[in-house]
């Protein structure tokens, strides 16, 4: 099996637009000297108000943390600017000695080094349950046909019957991909 070269955004603690929220919220009115912290296995980052936006701190290293705005609907948007390279970015990755977007760090998704096959497989799975819900048993084994569940109470027979043949199709592919490979694991095929 081929070594692991890439190092995916999980790897990281982070900062999300949840935490954010929390952080306008709670150092809105209040002197300088207030901060708030979370503590991640790469140290405790304190977050205090400046007089231009916010002064961050991670394991004595302090560096500014700016936010900017965007029209969302009727409101607003608040996104964190990396520090490093001033894009603007949902979440931040936490470090011993800064915070910083996922592209900076060289961070990867897990699925950008999903091959084929488990890729077919995510989506067949993802359009499971776009239809019916987690408790429905056994909806993730794709032994099953989509034909094996029931209609889901609420949904249309037309819509049902739509997403069912089209997920249908799906499985089908899959399965043309994925059968040689089990014959190839089990010796099925004679190879000359």
Known sequence: MRERTRSYADALPRIGLTFLGNMRQNLADVPDSYAIYTTTESGTLWIARSDNGYKATINGHSFRLSLTITKAGYGVRHWYLCPHCHQRCAKLHIGRKS???RKCWGL???SQSEDRITRMR????SKRLAIWDYDTPDLMNLVKTPFQFAKPKGMRWETFERKRWHLFRLEE???KVFIPIIERLTGKIERT
């Open 99 to 101: 915070i910083a977007c």
């Open 108 to 110: 990867h998704y897990a």
């Open 122 to 125: 995510r989506l067949i799975r």
């Open 173 to 175: 592919r899959y399965w």
